[in-house]
């Protein structure tokens, strides 16, 4: 069971708030408006009226000891930004944010949130079970219908230094490798940036190499086992 804290409980927030405490996970839901914190008291851990920009508020309802924080103040930049600051400033692990905007959603990024969502690509459900599912190890978790799903899981030490031959990974864990995501180091205008190279037809032959992230595809019940391997 991890802690989560969901600041903003408009249609997003709430949604992602209501999910997770009906997965049994611990959730401290905040707003400024009481009306709102009203709406989901009755589901979650933890409902209260505050202003999270407030650091000493903050603390005192325990946001420096949550494992994830969902901000979704989304119409409000500057709540929006100052929120984020606080929940680094708090050491908070995982920061996920709601942006309006492309332009709100760099912002984010650039200050230091885990994950910014645009509305019209996640869902605040979809959100929360994603954030149940995704461990150090594992960097994404999408669950489809049929009872499969696929997973980003940053390759295990055990796969380093074997090829996809060796490892016989639909013989052996019953999944099926469907990309290779390599992150190298490139020259650009005399600076070393990082890039990201994504293998989507990835061969017999090719060497998983260290800190790879293998994209896989399998059934629930398989992918769980592989998600706990080691």
């Known amino acids: 069971m991890k802690k989560f804290a969901v600041i903003g409980l408009g249609r997003f927030g709430a949604s992602a708030a209501t999910t997770l405490a009906e997965k049994e996970q611990q959730v401290i839901a905040i707003d400024t408006s009481e009306e709102l914190v009203h709406e989901v008291m009755d589901h979650v851990t933890k409902a209260v009226c505050l202003d999270a920009t407030d650091e000493k508020a903050a603390r005192s309802v325990g946001l420096h000891n949550v494992d994830v924080a969902i901000c979704g103040i989304g119409t409000d930049l500057e709540a929006s930004i100052l929120v984020t600051l606080l929940l680094k400033d708090l050491g908070v692990p995982i920061i ?135």
């Not at 070393?192 to 190499?209: G, K, L, R």
């Open 96 to 230: 996920v944010c709601k942006a309006d905007s492309p332009e709100h959603k760099k912002v984010l990024e650039k200050i230091g949130a885990t994950k910014v969502i645009l509305p019209e690509k996640d869902t605040g459900a979809r959100l929360a079970d994603t954030l149940i599912s995704v461990s150090d190890q594992v960097l994404d978790h999408i669950g489809l219908s049929g009872g499969a799903s696929i997973i980003e899981i940053i390759a295990h030490e055990e796969f380093v230094g074997k090829s996809l031959r060796e490892l016989e990974m639909r013989a052996r864990h019953g999944v099926n490798v469907i990309a290779i995501k390599r992150k190298t180091i490139v020259i650009k205008n005399g600076m070393e940036t990082e890039e990201e190279n994504i293998n989507v037809n990835p061969q017999a032959d090719d060497v998983i190499s260290k800190g790879d992230i293998l994209v896989v595809f399998g059934e629930d019940d398989k992918i769980e086992k592989l998600k706990n391997k080691g």
